[in-house]
């Protein structure tokens, strides 16, 4: 890549997102695709977007990424994830904003492990008295 583009990698569950940023025009692609052509519910084209918006520079940067692993949700907030850490290489004042909305913390929740003796993590099976 060229040296204009600043570099991140987001995390989410299991997705894995790596995020190039540039000054532009507020495209945004995500594995060759526009924003809301790959994530169709317009709920994961807005946590996308939420770094941007709450820095008010949402037509100021092109933003391309490649994401791989997990589901829709994990990686929407992989993404996102990514971008707000770009965000903050290309202007440090950048990071105390972000980091008061929460999109500098790395979500570290995962799917819990199933036990044995349990259908799933949690749930038992059917219990009967008689």
Do not use: H
């Not at 440090?92 to 993590?121: H, I, M, Q, S, W």
């Amino acid at each position: 890549m060229s040296d204009n583009k600043i570099y991140a990698t987001g995390r989410r569950k299991t997705s894995v997102a790596r995020v190039w940023v540039k000054p532009g025009s507020g495209n945004i692609v995500i594995n060759k695709l526009p924003l809301s052509d790959y994530f169709r519910r317009q709920t994961l084209v807005l946590i996308v977007r939420q770094p941007l918006e709450s820095l008010s520079k949402s037509d100021a940067y092109d933003i391309f990424a490649t994401v791989d692993g997990g589901g829709w949700s994990g990686q929407a907030g992989a993404v996102r994830l990514g971008i707000a850490r770009c965000l903050t290489q290309i202007d440090e004042k950048n990071r105390k904003p972000l980091r008061a909305e929460g999109f500098l913390t790395r979500d570290a929740r995962g799917v819990e492990r199933k036990k044995y003796g349990r259908k799933k993590a949690r749930k038992r099976y059917q219990f009967s008295k008689r």
